[in-house]
Nanobody, 124 residues
Framework: VQLQASGGGLVQAGGSLRLSCVSSGVTFNSYAMAWFRQAPGKAREFVAAVSWSGGATYYADSVKGRFTISRDNAKKTVYLQMNSLKPEDTAVYYC??????????????????WGQGTLVTVSS
């Protein structure tokens, strides 16, 4: 499985961005997907996850109500819509796949395929 993330950039606080992650390889509609982020000098952290069908979603408390994760299985793509961005959202964002689960876990464990990351910078 190869994951290609895109959509990062520079945005002012309060603005929006939409990240995309395209998957190749095995059947996309059979496994959970997630987004993580890593700010400079900090550990990688969970942001959001979505089940194989898109019917179940999970969010970190820090982004709940502002970010929305979704997926289009026909396009083999998972999205992260980020609204009301804050400077503390600045990080490299990574998409990840857990091929062993249809329902995602909240956390780093189990995600065995990772995209290359896309940088999101939010200016104040």
């Amino acid at each position: 499985v190869q994951l290609q993330a895109s959509g990062g950039g520079l945005v002012q606080a309060g603005g929006s961005l939409r990240l995309s992650c395209v998957s190749s390889g095995v059947t996309f509609n059979s496994y959970a997907m997630a987004w993580f982020r890593q700010a400079p000098g900090k550990a990688r952290e969970f942001v959001a996850a979505v089940s194989w069908s898109g019917g179940a979603t999970y969010y970190a408390d820090s982004v709940k109500g502002r970010f929305t994760i979704s997926r289009d299985n026909a396009k083999k793509t998972v999205y992260l819509q980020m609204n009301s961005l804050k400077p503390e959202d600045t990080a490299v964002y990574y998409c990840a796949a857990d091929l062993s689960r249809r329902t995602p876990v909240v956390g780093l464990a189990g995600y065995d395929y990772w995209g290359q990351g896309t940088l999101v910078t939010v200016s104040s």
